[in-house]
């Protein structure tokens, strides 16, 4: 156990630690006067243009007369609008991670032998090493999945003997290995957690070989495990929705980043999931959730718009919940009239809500989607529509599923590593240059002091 408490030393911390504060801090107006893409964006918040890729696009705005006008978002993996990837397994009655991810990966869809084959690639992939389970995951679980997750698959480098052979064959091998476990690691990780911590009874059972991802995420996770088909398909749905989101957001672009470097493929993945864990990042539905809690307690009558938008008031001027100024779920980087991602989990969240009996949450949920934007504009200065994105209904969604909050984030991570991969390979195969942005130094040059005149 490590001690957290300070040792007695020469100096006291809290002392130095505005000087510490006074020095790094800088100016906001030299990032202006020296047209730096703070957050590598543009005044508009427009991403600054760093790569190029064959994996997805983002589209929320049309170009007329040469100026950029806001559209219903859209999202296409490999080209393929993802609401027509998405109706294509539903109205075959089938689940579609596996579908999608053989897409990513390999830039086409797959025949139904190639989607059969790869399918029983992953089921053979999805056993960890002997012992791995009692010597890793249950020895110091932590209290942070994420963290579980990413010592795990650091320490599957150890496993693997050719772990720094960065071709391309050995990569997708090294990446559909890490797609069929990130499940068990999660699951389990969440399971010795809750028996050294919570103090619940500790069970671990084995993946069925028979199951879908999503089959067997509900399979290892619950005691009995028992689940519904609605249960299993949306939560299909939503690993194919949080599988891909182009180059340019935070933890892919980390994947391109530690990946142009030359590292191995486990540090780079333990990279992405050090930039996912954040809130601003991964950690945004576990936000909405909460947000939602404490507008229950605190809403009356959640039928009454008066007061719904009242509280959606206190939020931005932070009065209510976490007094941050934030409504989460609502707004996105890059789309402003509407998250393709959020309109097609609407349409399924509503089934699973009657399934469970929560039809007066999903009325509120619609109320603040519904509001939300309205007030967002009346009470801030915003440069682009405000709509609802994923995290909006996927928090949702996972408590609907009784899923606990510590593996809402390792759920995304489960989906997400399907694109990371992806992005690992199209950097190898593409790259040569290691990525490294330039940074403007506005320190004075001073000169040195020896110790006796200090």
């Not at 007695?8 to 990032?31: G, H, K, R, W």
């Amino acid at each position: 156990m490590i001690n957290c408490e300070l040792s007695e030393v020469s100096f006291e911390i809290n002392d130095i630690m505005q000087t510490c504060l006074t020095n790094s801090a800088i100016d906001p107006e030299l990032y202006t006067k020296h047209n730096v893409k703070r957050g590598l964006r543009d005044i508009n918040g427009n991403g600054v243009l760093t790569g190029l890729t064959n994996i997805s696009e983002i589209c929320s705005f049309n170009m007329e007369n040469g100026q950029k006008l806001p559209c219903e978002g859209k999202l296409f993996y490999r080209g393929i609008n993802i609401e027509d990837l998405v109706k294509g397994f539903i109205d075959d009655n089938r689940f579609g991670f596996e579908e999608t991810a053989y897409l990513l990966l390999f830039g086409q869809l797959p025949s139904k032998i190639q989607l059969e084959g790869f399918k029983k690639v992953l089921s053979e992939y999805r056993n960890l090493p002997t012992s791995f389970v009692r010597d890793i995951i249950m020895k110091s679980p932590s209290k942070d999945m994420m963290n579980t997750l990413a010592r795990s698959v650091l320490t599957l480098y150890s496993y693997d003997d050719k772990a720094d052979d960065v071709s391309v064959p050995n990569v997708l091998r090294q990446c559909l290995q890490l797609i069929a476990l990130f499940p068990l690691l999660s699951v389990y990780g969440y399971q010795a957690y809750d028996y050294y911590h919570a103090g619940n009874s500790l069970f671990i059972h084995a993946p069925n070989p028979e199951l879908s991802t999503a089959e067997n995420i509900l399979h290892l996770l619950r005691p009995d495990s028992k689940y519904t088909k609605t249960e299993a398909k949306l939560l299909d749905i939503a690993l194919v929705l949080h599988a891909e989101h182009g180059g340019g957001n935070n933890s892919t672009f980390t994947t391109h980043v530690v990946s142009s470097s030359g590292t191995d493929t486990y540090s780079v993945v333990a990279a992405s999931l050090g930039s996912l864990k954040g809130p601003k990042h991964g950690g945004a539905n576990i936000k909405v959730v909460q947000m939602f809690d404490d507008m229950k307690k605190n809403i009356s009558d959640w039928t009454d718009e008066q007061e719904v938008e009242q509280y959606l008031k206190n939020l931005l001027n932070k009065k209510a919940f976490d007094k941050a100024g934030l409504i989460y779920g609502m707004g996105h980087a890059v789309y402003s009239l509407s998250d393709p991602r959020a309109n097609i989990f609407k349409k399924f969240v509503k089934n699973l809500s009657e399934e469970k009996g929560l039809d007066k949450e999903f009325a509120l949920y619609s109320t603040v989607e519904r509001l939300a934007p309205k007030v967002i504009a009346k009470e801030r200065k915003i440069y682009k529509g405000v709509s609802a994105n994923i995290d909006f209904y996927s928090g949702f969604v996972y408590s609907m599923l009784g899923l606990p909050l510590e593996l809402y984030t390792p759920i995304f991570a489960m989906a997400r590593i399907v694109g990371w991969s992806a992005h690992r390979i199209e950097e190898l195969i593409n790259g040569g240059k290691i990525i490294r942005p330039a940074y403007m130094n506005i320190c004075e040059r001073k000169e040195y002091i020896p110790m006796e005149k200090r």
